[in-house]
Structures are given as structure tokens and as C-alpha cells.
């Protein structure tokens, strides 16, 4: 499966965004897709994932109340709702999926190419 994470991009401290991550050469409801993201200098930090059936979602303490994964299996898509964003949320978001996975993983077999999301104070 083949992602392309998208809807980066500059917004003030407590604004909102919402990312895409689309896939295309298989359906996206067998895959559990999860979000992270990477700042410069630092680590691969784990936001939160959406299981394959069912919806569950699972947050890191970090975002947790201030972002939703959401999925619309019509359009293949994933979305990651963004509000109340801060200065810390600026990084680079990656989408993953993995098939047929529990949203508690952490490890992902296919990834997106990255979206900046940049949070000016």
C-alpha cells in the first residue's frame, strides 16, 4: 500500500489543521493506520493511531484531547484533526499503516512521505 500524507503547514499557536493521509494499491480498512511525527534533532515521537475495524483510536499523553484520527473507508483516507496546536507540535507528520495490526503498536510495515506542520508562538 502506497501513502501520501498531506494538508501541512504554518498556523499560529491554538489554530487548527487537519491531515490527509491517503493510500492507494489496497483498501486502507484492513490496515491499522498510525501518525507520528519527528521535530529537528529529535527522535520519531509516536501521536496516535486508528485500528482497521472498528475505529478505536489510541493517543500519546502529548496530544491527547487535542488531536483525532478519523477514517472514511469510501475515500481511503485518514485524517488527523489537529486543534489547539503549540509551538511543540512543529514537526514533520508521517502516517503508517500495517494490516490487520492492534492500534498499540508502534512498529509499521508501509510509510508516508512526511508533512510539515510548522506552529508559529
Known amino acids: 500500500v502506497q501513502l501520501q500524507a498531506s494538508g501541512g503547514g504554518l498556523v499560529q499557536a491554538g489554530g487548527s489543521l487537519r491531515l490527509s493521509c491517503a493510500a492507494s494499491?489496497?483498501?486502507?480498512?484492513?490496515?491499522?493506520v498510525g501518525w507520528f511525527r519527528q521535530a529537528p534533532g529529535k527522535e520519531r515521537e509516536y501521536v496516535g493511531a486508528i485500528r482497521w475495524s472498528g475505529g478505536t483510536t489510541y493517543y500519546a499523553n502529548s496530544v491527547k484531547g487535542r488531536f483525532t484520527i478519523s477514517r472514511d473507508n469510501a475515500k481511503n483516507t485518514v485524517y488527523l484533526q489537529m486543534t489547539s496546536l503549540k509551538p511543540e507540535d512543529t514537526a514533520v507528520y508521517y502516517c503508517a499503516a500495517r494490516y490487520l495490526a492492534p492500534p498499540t503498536i508502534y512498529e509499521y510495515d508501509y510509510w508516508g512521505q512526511g508533512t510539515q506542520v510548522t506552529v508559529s508562538s
Open positions: 494499491g489496497r483498501t486502507l480498512s484492513s490496515y491499522t
